[in-house]
Nanobody, 121 residues
Framework: QVRLVESGGGLAQPGGSLRLSCAAS????????MGWYRQAPGKQRELVAQ???????NYADSVKGRFTISRDNAENTVSLQMSSLRFEDTALYHC???????????????WGQGTQVTVSS
């Protein structure tokens, strides 16, 4: 029902910036919350930032003040502006979308394939 395609990412120096984007193709139903998760080698996947359809945001403590999540509901896109990057931000970043058939139905998670972010000097 949902296909997520990520773009952006790549290599950045410490203190640098990168922007991730994710476009959701939806054949039916609605997209509720959208967000970004990341997984570093040997670690569990963790939430980076999340945004509701109303624009309410939630960030991991480690990225507060450095990353900004935004979305375009009309286009079903979500972006993550990453600034002041640190070595520990290196990870595979996955786009996430919570989908449901309708407003009062249960939600199902869909995931993008991931885009690599590497912070290195």
């Amino acid at each position: 029902q949902v296909r997520l395609v990520e773009s952006g990412g790549g290599l950045a120096q410490p203190g640098g910036s990168l922007r991730l984007s994710c476009a959701a193709s939806v054949t039916e139903g609605i997209i509720n919350d959208m967000g970004w998760y990341r997984q570093a080698p040997g670690k569990q996947r963790e939430l980076v930032a999340q945004i509701t359809s109303d624009g309410n945001t939630n960030y991991a403590d480690s990225v507060k003040g450095r990353f900004t999540i935004s979305r375009d509901n009309a286009e079903n896109t979500v972006s993550l502006q990453m600034s002041s990057l640190r070595f520990e931000d290196t990870a595979l970043y996955h786009c996430n979308a919570e989908w449901s058939p309708g407003p009062l139905w249960g939600r199902r998670d869909f995931w993008g394939q991931g885009t690599q972010v590497t912070v290195s000097s």
